[in-house]
């Protein structure tokens, strides 16, 4: 089974902090995505990679940057964490590009910033 | 914008009802899946349709692309409390390559 590992379930930052969640797939998946969650609005996309070093804004991608040094990990850095980055956010992987290939998702980290 | 509109988005259901839950789109998507999340974990992938018109069934659960591919359904049938659970649609356009998830469905089936 594909395992996607999010580093940490639940995190409480304050508003300013350089914030890092980190990401693995043990699948050797070349497609990498981070999502966040609220209530409402679905899973709205950020950012997504497709190989080592290479990026892709997603939808929401203001306030964020991400991180994809080897194939297998993808982190997501808020620069200055504010209180409406507050949400769930999930880390997916899937293989090549193809369009109908799923996604494998993370359980979540909950993050709340104060 | 929200490109994927789910119906209804909340949905709670006595063990052994049927019920339908439908995702609608004015844009015309290469193909859909649809993955449902329970409390604390990530989604996972139900199925995923890239025919206009088919049908597909698991177990209990049938889901239908529709014939122009802007829409799609999903019916549960006899459902059960192990059923309860976030049920989200997601398609790539056909000019595009990136997924775009609805809105979700909470479903609810109280035993």
């Known amino acids: 089974d594909v395992k996607v590992t999010q580093s940490s379930r639940y995190l409480v930052k304050r508003t300013g902090e350089k914030v890092f969640l980190e990401c693995v797939q043990d699948?050797?998946?070349?497609?990498m995505f981070w999502y966040r969650q609220d209530p409402g609005l679905g899973l709205r996309l950020i950012y997504f990679?497709?190989?080592?070093?290479?990026?892709e804004k997603g939808d929401i991608p203001e306030g964020y940057s991400v991180s994809r040094e080897k194939k297998e990990r993808f982190s997501l850095i808020l620069e200055s964490a504010s209180t409406n980055q507050t949400s769930m956010y999930l880390c997916?992987?899937?293989?090549?590009?193809?369009?109908?290939?799923?996604?494998?998702f993370g359980d979540g980290t909950r993050l709340s910033i104060l | 914008t929200q490109l994927l509109e789910q119906s209804p988005q909340f949905l709670s259901i006595q063990e052994g009802e049927n019920l339908t839950v439908y995702c609608n789109s004015s844009?015309?998507?290469?193909?859909l899946q649809w993955y449902r999340q329970e409390p604390g974990e990530g989604p996972v992938l139900l199925v995923t349709?890239?025919?206009?018109?088919e049908v597909k069934k698991l177990k209990r659960l049938t889901f239908q692309f529709g014939d122009a591919r802007k829409d799609s359904s999903l019916h549960i049938t006899a459902a059960q409390p192990g059923d309860t659970g976030l049920y989200l649609c997601?398609?790539?356009?056909?000019?595009?390559?990136?997924?775009?998830f609805g809105t979700g469905t909470s479903l609810t089936v109280i035993p």
């Open positions: 997601a398609g790539v356009w056909d000019t595009g390559n990136q997924f775009y």
């Open positions: 844009s015309v998507f290469s193909s």
């Open positions: 997916a992987s899937s293989p090549l590009q193809g369009y109908n290939q799923p996604q494998h």
């Open positions: 990679s497709y190989d080592v070093k290479m990026k």
């Open positions: 699948m050797d998946h070349e497609n």
């Open positions: 349709v890239v025919t206009g018109g």
